[in-house]
């Protein structure tokens, strides 16, 4: 019981120091809190995403949005999870193409 109280305290203490500009370098607080709950939350979504793309996929490509389901359910939460700097939240979903078609 006490273990997870000190986890509660740490986590709001880190939810309470997250503010960050987009120049900034990220705090201890935010890299703890990114590598605790966001990596693991983004790993779930990339395997999760996977498989939901994988049963989809007839369907997706009936309807000839396949390239767009998958940059959604699997393209994005890997980027998120592997290719953004630690701690670095800020507009990550700016930077990625939108797909039209």
């Known amino acids: 019981m006490k273990l997870i109280r000190r986890m509660s305290i740490l986590f709001l203490i880190c939810l309470c120091s997250f503010q960050l500009s987009a120049r900034e370098v990220p ?4 890299m703890l809190l990114d590598v605790l709950l ?5 790993l ?12 989809a996929t007839p369907f997706t490509l009936l309807s ?4 767009q389901s998958g ?6 939460p890997a980027k998120f999870t592997f ?3 630690l701690g670095d939240f800020p507009g990550y979903m700016e930077e990625y193409e939108t797909v039209e078609d």
């Open 27 to 30: 705090s201890g607080g935010e």
């Open 38 to 42: 966001a990596r693991p939350v983004g």
């Open 44 to 55: 779930a979504s990339t395997a999760l995403g996977t498989a939901a793309w994988l049963i």
């Open 64 to 67: 000839g949005t396949w390239k």
């Open 71 to 76: 940059r959604r359910l699997v393209v994005y």
């Open 83 to 85: 290719t953004r700097g």
